[in-house]
């Protein structure tokens, strides 16, 4: 997913670093723990899921909820990860 949004990964190893891309960043701030598919900037606060981070790029809000159901779907289509994401039941 990172490389969708052209952010290079800084490091190896389920734990590595990016170019925060929800602030003006210069120098890898935002670590990214891909075993547990979480992100925290330790710049501007921002973090979350996997979820969340995908729908902070598509420019939904993470904290609206009918905002972030549409995320998993949208990923889903983009790429093929829908089996990482819980599933509504019966829509
Ligand atoms: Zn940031």
Redesign the pocket.
């Known amino acids: 997913m990172l490389s969708h949004y052209s952010i290079t990964p800084h490091g190896t190893g389920d734990k590595i670093k990016n170019i925060?891309?929800?602030?003006n960043?210069h120098k890898p701030?935002?670590g990214v723990n891909l075993e547990k598919q979480v992100y925290n900037?330790?710049?501007?606060?921002?973090g979350g899921n996997a979820l969340d981070f995908f729908a902070h790029m598509e420019g939904l809000d993470p904290s609206n909820a009918s905002e972030l159901r549409k995320a998993p779907l949208a990923a889903a289509e983009m790429f093929g990860i829908d089996q990482a994401l819980e599933r509504p039941a019966n829509e």
Request: one cysteine or more; hydrophobic letters at 30%; charged letters at 15%.
């Open positions: 925060c891309p929800f602030h960043d701030s935002c900037c330790f710049a501007c606060d921002a």
